[in-house]
């Protein structure tokens, strides 16, 4: 699960700096370069969905009291508003979104369980506890079936048909394609298919980080769902691996490294 937090950092310094990212000759860490929102999220979800592991309401409630958890202990960590109500509420309950924070957190899911039927349901899972917007689950459960597919070695001819035909996202189109006319995007529907698009045009793990902070926008976020999908199908370099790891803390690191 490495690979969404090596995504996040790099695409972090670009997320909201739209004239820097529209290339993909940029540096991949800075003195800018963080750990956000998706990081802290990923694992927390990992570690409910191994606390609940096969059992429904165990990994709904697990997911929840992680979610929550490591939310107060990063409270600086770039949450939506509407995320933010969810993580103070005295009783916590979906909101409805259909944003990308469903898909940027789920990668786990394609990790712990050996079955797309299973990766597919507890993805689903994973985005229900905030965002039960078919919008929202539909992100989720594509994304936990690239990252699958992807560590399940399918091709990417494979991989590309299958999120075409069950999830109805267009992925006949190419990075240069998206590139000039991409603007920044926290739907689950902007986000995830040019995510995987990144992954598909791309020729290493960092070529298709690269690809997915290059079409500008909610950088951090595509590059972490394509950098799941990536560390699926590639692995992730070491030298990536290295200058992340030192970034992130020890706590979040040994959830990400658990699995």
């Known amino acids: 699960m490495i690979g969404a937090a090596v995504g996040d950092i790099i695409g972090s ?3 909201f700096v739209q004239t820097a990212v529209k290339k993909k000759d940029f540096p991949l860490f800075g003195a800018k370069s963080r750990f956000t929102d998706d990081t802290v999220m990923t694992a927390a979800v990992a570690e409910g969905l191994l606390k609940g592991y096969k059992n429904e309401k165990a990994s709904r409630r697990e997911v929840i009291l992680s979610m929550r958890r490591l939310g107060r202990e990063y409270p600086g960590a770039g949450y939506g508003r509407k995320f933010k109500e969810w993580l103070e509420s005295d009783v916590p309950r979906p909101y409805g979104s259909l944003g990308n924070g469903s898909a940027m957190r789920v990668s786990s899911a394609a990790w712990i369980y050996d079955t797309l039927e299973e990766a597919e349901k507890y993805a689903q899972i994973s985005a229900e506890v905030t965002h039960n917007h078919p919008e929202g689950i539909k992100g989720a459960c594509a994304a936990a079936a690239a990252v699958f597919l992807a560590r399940k070695k399918f091709s990417k001819k494979e991989i590309k048909k299958y999120i075409s035909e069950k999830y109805g996202y267009d992925l006949h189109r190419g990075c240069d394609d998206i590139r000039a006319a991409y603007r920044w995007n926290a739907l689950c529907a902007g986000t995830v298919p040019e995510a995987i698009i990144s992954f598909l045009d791309g020729e290493d ?51 990400l490294e658990s699995i």
């Open 13 to 15: 310094p670009y997320e």
């Open 205 to 255: 793990f960092e070529d298709t980080v690269r690809n997915a902070v290059s079409l500008g926008g909610d950088s951090d976020t595509l590059a972490a769902i394509a950098g799941s999908v990536a560390e699926g199908y590639y692995g992730v370099p070491d030298k990536l691996r290295t200058a992340a790891c030192s970034i992130i803390d020890e706590k979040l690191l040994k959830i």
